[in-house]
């Protein structure tokens, strides 16, 4: 054997812990983790910027109903310091008989109200065919929980102009969830927004489970900022307030809040829903910053 020939056996000869140790490990959601990454992804949804390092609460109803809710809604949450305004249009409803949404009118009276009360929008896009009428008129575009996995969905949202709020599915692993937004940065669009709003377990007393160290390990894992929705998450008014004084312990970027003029008449989420002034005294008692508002 020539010499050189030994040198390369020689140095294939390396300790089966030492070679791992050694080896870079790459997780399968390349493009959203740290290794690809270090640093935060701060996302600019209109004005507002997810991911900076200040608490972002958007809040609004969980169905926009009629001009007038929605426009209540906005000057309610607005005034007791919410950053946007949430509200949906085309709704994922567990059974074909519940309330559906209003669709287009819906959107344009969201968006009315956001520009009247100076709140950036959020809302749901149900289908890619969707996707241009709903980036016209809002600033923040949500996957729903059942749509995660849509992976039409989101190659179609990986193209669009806006950013993307990804819930994490019912049921999704946080690889799953992870890998979920690896389809819209690997499609091009790196401005997505992760939301923990509860995951199906065997406990029945709340709508979901929420997973809050979920939250603190996906920080760790992904630049992208990670937001939680405590009304779905819990599905009861009265564990709104905790839900979310603790995700904003435990790290979570932003908070998306199910808030009705009156939720004892919501169309959808009424039992989740804070009225206004329970959303005024929950806005106190968070850590906020008024470096989040817009202007
Ligand atoms: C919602 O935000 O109104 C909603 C339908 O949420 P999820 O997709 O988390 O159930
Ligand atoms: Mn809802």
Redesign the pocket.
């Known amino acids: 054997m020539s010499s050189r020939a030994m040198r390369s056996t020689t140095l294939e000869v390396v300790h089966p812990a030492r070679a791992a140790a050694a080896a870079p490990v790459t997780p399968p959601f390349r493009l959203a983790s740290r290794e690809s990454q270090p640093g935060p992804t701060v996302v600019e949804a209109g004005c507002v910027a997810i991911g900076a390092g200040d608490l972002v609460v958007m809040a609004g109803p969980?169905s926009v109903e009629s001009r007038r809710q929605i426009r209540e809604a906005a000057r309610a949450v607005k005034a007791a310091g919410a950053h946007m305004l949430?509200g949906?249009a085309y709704?994922?409803r567990t059974s074909p008989y519940d309330f559906q949404g209003l669709g287009h009118k819906a959107l344009e009276w969201l968006a009315e109200a956001g520009r009247e009360s100076g709140l950036p929008v959020v809302t749901?896009v149900l289908s890619p065919e969707d996707v241009d009428r709903v980036a016209e008129h809002a600033d923040l575009l949500?996957v729903?929980?059942?749509n995660m996995q849509n992976y039409a969905l989101l190659r179609r949202l990986a193209t669009a102009p806006r950013p993307v709020l990804l819930?994490r599915g019912p049921s999704a692993t946080i690889q799953e969830w992870l890998l979920a937004a690896e389809y819209l940065l690997s499609g091009g669009n790196p401005k997505v927004v992760l939301c923990e709003?509860g995951i199906r377990t065997f406990e029945t007393a709340m709508r979901n489970t929420l997973d809050l160290a979920g939250v603190a390990l996906v920080k760790q894992l992904t630049h992208l900022p990670v937001i939680v929705?405590p009304s779905?998450a819990t599905g009861k008014r009265a564990l709104v307030a905790p839900a979310s004084r603790a995700a904003a312990a435990i790290g979570a970027d932003g908070l998306?809040i199910?808030v009705h003029p009156c939720p004892e008449c919501a169309l959808s989420?009424g039992e989740q829903s804070l009225n206004p002034a329970q959303f005024a005294e929950l806005m106190r008692a968070l850590p906020l910053r008024t470096s989040a508002a817009c202007g």
């Open positions: 969980c949430r949906g709704k994922p749901e949500q729903g929980a059942r819930k709003r929705d779905h998306l199910e989420d």
